[in-house]
């Protein structure tokens, strides 16, 4: 854009501001200018989702039909290369498609008319003054890689750090790849805040800006409620206007002490033109998505959940993940409900927690690079092991965890099948096992021993669907059933664990064990 285009706009933007107003959606309160700005900068400086509604069903446009129009034309012609006309679908007849779809993994783009960009534009000059405004529709047209963030909530793992409890603090993974371990919050400072709200509007800090309004899903809602806090709202009314109106106490409950694991991405190009006639794409191959990290550039979350797993001895999993864009990118804008909010799942604060360090993720990253090495096939073949070492920290029935334990140690220690030949599975379960885990012959002898009953059991609970609550490791002697199958979830992370350390999958019909 250059600066006469600049001036251009910006006395259009000064006239504009004349003439805006707040469109009120049909049935709700009006609200003045003045409270619209608040709104919009409130929601860009703290975690706001009570301001949520506004900012996506109250919209700015002006009076002026002359000068609206003007403004229009002007936005037309600085974006013509991305713009397609379509007089089949009155009134709006001129369509772009933005990146943000792209971001939020939609399965299909939706095109969406000029003039949401238009009021975009206007809710930055409202929310952060002209000058950002033009800045923001200068990048739109300029600039072909725009910046956004993918953020997964991990349940089950906090990262320890000195420092005050009340402050967020970010622990470095890799260039673009960090934790953000939020503040712990007592019972007593969340209803402290919960009564605050009564009297007053209260923020969250800015530190959870980047968190989403619509983070909880209605499903969610009902389960994630405790009656005796916060009344349940009318169910008539959308999860979203019940979302937006619960206090931000019970917004902090749910956040208090979450470690986010934060990635930034790229995207390329910020707008693209639609197919003639097509309101709707298939796929969202018009927009190239690239990790930034140089060490991680096909980073993997689940991968690295598992690592983190093996490492913390707890199962660390991702029920939730959104992306946040910055909220005076031009590009920040798609249809008009945030109808897909990528992958979540219930959260369970109730499970557990494990404590890292940063000691401990760097042996993460170690393990991470071994399990997605391209190079080695370490990563395939303890697939199944990892997966049914997790589930069985996972499960509440014992007989489950055990029947995961089993398939686990088969595929660690059981070679593939050989045509004319009996796998003789227990057999060599408690052989390999024990010479390949075992320091010494009289720790062998001991191990050998062990898997046997592991072996038992695994197949009591396959077969009988049961297993005793004390268990004979050996004659006479007998521990309990919760404590044999810690034992046993140890030996499979040692079995894992020591594998990845030889960087090799021994091949259990060749290999000769001392």
């Known amino acids: 854009m250059t600066e006469g285009k600049k001036d251009e706009l910006r006395q259009l933007l000064s006239k504009a501001m004349q003439s805006v107003i707040i469109e009120v959606p049909e049935g709700e309160k009006p609200i003045s200018v003045e409270k619209y700005r608040e709104c919009a900068q409130a929601f860009r400086e703290s975690y706001r989702p009570d301001l949520s509604f506004i900012l996506l069903y109250y919209r700015p446009t002006i009076q002026d039909e002359a000068l609206k129009s003007k403004l229009f034309n002007f936005m037309k012609e600085e974006l013509v290369d991305y713009i397609s006309e379509d007089e089949s679908v009155p009134p709006y007849t001129h369509w772009i498609q933005t990146a943000k779809r792209a ?6 783009l939706i095109p969406i008319p000029l003039d949401s960009i238009l009021e975009k534009l206007l809710e930055i000059v ?24 993918k953020i997964i909530l991990l349940e089950g793992l906090k990262v320890r750090y000195s420092g005050s409890t009340t402050d967020a603090h970010e622990t470095h993974v890799a260039a673009g790849i960090r934790f953000v371990q939020l503040p712990s919050y007592t019972v007593g400072q969340i209803w402290d805040l919960y009564e605050s709200e009564q009297s007053g509007s209260v923020e969250l800090s800015s530190y959870a800006a980047s968190l989403p309004p619509y983070l909880f899903h209605e499903r969610l809602i009902p389960n994630l409620l405790h009656k005796s806090f916060i009344p349940m709202l009318d169910n008539t009314q959308s999860w979203f206007r019940q979302w937006s109106k619960f206090p931000m106490a019970f917004h902090l409950s749910i956040l208090c002490d979450a470690s986010l694991l934060i990635i930034d991405y790229t995207v390329s190009p910020l707008f693209c033109k639609p197919p003639p006639g097509k309101k709707e794409l298939d796929k969202s191959d018009q927009f190239e998505i690239k990790i930034e990290s140089t060490e991680f550039p096909n980073f993997d979350v689940d991968k690295f959940c598992q690592a983190l797993s093996i490492i913390a001895n707890y ?51 170690c393990l ?38 089993g398939i686990a140690f088969e595929s660690l220690y059981v070679p593939a099948k050989v045509p004319g030949k009996s796998r003789r599975i227990g057999y060599n379960l408690k052989k390999n096992a024990s010479r390949y885990l075992g320091k010494n012959k009289d720790d062998q002898e001991k191990l ?6 592991i072996y038992d059991c695994r197949c009591d609970a396959a077969h009988e669907g049961r297993l005793k609550e004390k268990i004979e490791i050996e004659k006479d002697k007998h521990i309990r059933q919760s404590e044999f199958i810690t034992e046993a979830q140890d030996l499979c992370r040692d079995s894992i664990m020591k594998i990845l350390e030889d960087r090799e999958f021994p091949d259990w019909n060749d290999l000769i064990l001392d």
């Open 448 to 453: 050998e021993k062990k898997f046997k009953v």
């Open 103 to 108: 971001i939020r993994g939609a399965r299909r």
């Open 368 to 405: 991470y690079k071994l399990l997605t090495n391209p190079s080695s096939n370490i990563g395939g073949k303890l697939q199944i092991p990892i997966d049914r070492w997790i589930k069985s920290k996972i499960e509440d029935n014992p007989v489950d965890k055990m029947i995961d334990l």
């Open 126 to 149: 409202i929310a952060n003054g002209a000058e950002q405004a033009i800045l923001a529709l200068n990048r739109g047209t300029r600039d072909k890689i725009g910046a956004f963030q």
């Open 315 to 365: 199962p660390v999993k991702s029920p939730l993940t959104w992306q946040y864009i910055d909220g005076d990118e031009l590009f920040n804008v798609d249809s008009r409900f945030p109808n897909e909010m990528g992958k979540f799942a219930m959260p369970d604060h109730l499970s557990g927690i494990s404590v890292i360090n940063e000691t401990e993720i760097d042996k993460a990253k």
